[in-house]
Every structure is written in structure tokens, then in C-alpha cells.
Nanobody
Framework: QVQLVESGGRLVQAGGSLRLSCVVS????????MGWFRQAPGKEREFVAR????????DYADSVRGRFTISRDNTKNTLYLQMNSLKPEDTAVYYC?????????????WGQGTQVTVSS
């Protein structure tokens, strides 16, 4: 049973930065592409960023490209999302998950997510 635990979300001002973390249970993490997703009120859950198993290939949604950076530490089974130049439209619950299909929103293995709120 895969466990995904997100953390790091909080209230921040527009233009600020935040770093999210996701701890993944199981050794499958090291061999798996991972992604960050988000869901804002009244909207569908959407793709944010993806990173391959080795960490040398990344992909981003157009809305966050140039502002967010996805990374991973396979020795710690941890996924990160560095969020810079935050905008109010970035406000959402952020989730991590396995992401074998590029830009595809998974249908299983969801954790509780972490709330990011960008003011102003």
C-alpha cells in the first residue's frame, strides 16, 4: 500500500516562495516518475510538474514553467516542489503522486494534499 504524505503548504504573499515536500513509502519511488498536481476550488485537479525516475528530466505546466522547480531525493523517498514568484491563482491543494503517463492526472494513490494559499 503506497502512502504519500505532502507537507509545507501555508499562507504566503504574492511574489513569495514556498517549498513543498512529499514523502513516499516503499522502494518503488526510486524507479518511478513522480509528479505534482493541484486542485483549486471549483476546478478539476490538474497537472503541475513531473520528474523522471533519475531526476534528469522534468516537465511543467505552462502556468508554472519558469517559476516552479520539481526535484527529488531518491535516498529519502522524497519529492519536492520549489515554488517561486507565487501568484494568487496558484492557490490550491497540492498533491504528489506517481506519474507514469506525462501530464496525466492519476486516479489512485492520492494522499491528503497540502493547502497553499497566496494572498493579494
Amino acid at each position: 500500500q503506497v502512502q504519500l504524505v505532502e507537507s509545507g503548504g501555508r499562507l504566503v504573499q504574492a511574489g513569495g516562495s514556498l517549498r513543498l515536500s512529499c514523502v513516499v513509502s516503499g522502494r518503488a519511488f526510486r524507479a518511478s516518475a513522480m509528479g505534482w498536481f493541484r486542485q483549486a476550488p471549483g476546478k478539476e485537479r490538474e497537472f503541475v510538474a513531473r520528474i523522471n525516475w533519475s531526476g534528469d528530466s522534468t516537465d511543467y505546466a505552462d502556468s508554472v514553467r519558469g517559476r516552479f522547480t520539481i526535484s527529488r531525493d531518491n535516498t529519502k523517498n522524497t519529492l519536492y516542489l520549489q515554488m517561486n514568484s507565487l501568484k494568487p491563482e496558484d492557490t490550491a491543494v497540492y498533491y504528489c503522486n506517481f506519474n507514469s503517463r506525462p501530464r496525466s492526472v492519476p486516479r489512485e494513490n492520492w494522499g491528503q494534499g497540502t493547502q497553499v494559499t497566496v494572498s493579494s
